[in-house]
């Protein structure tokens, strides 16, 4: 769980407007270093930066809380 908010975390904060392309049906990035990213760093991306912030404080939260009780996460 951990790994997983802490890759949420490195997702990368883009301040410029990100480019896209459409080849076929689906959006990708058009920097293909931001398209390389984990499925949950991109959708970091498409939150927006305000929404980005918010969700990243929050996820900040969860990682201290599994921290300090590491133990009540094994048990369920």
Known sequence: MI???????FAPTI???IR???PKYFYLFADTELEALSIG???MLRLGSE???VVKN????IKQ???LHPNELAAD
């Open 51 to 53: 929404n980005e912030k």
């Open 41 to 43: 760093q991109k959708i």
């Open 15 to 17: 301040g410029e407007p």
């Open 3 to 9: 790994e997983t908010v802490d890759d949420l975390l």
């Open 58 to 61: 929050k996820l900040r939260e």
């Open 20 to 22: 896209l392309n459409q």
């Open 65 to 67: 809380e599994l921290a």
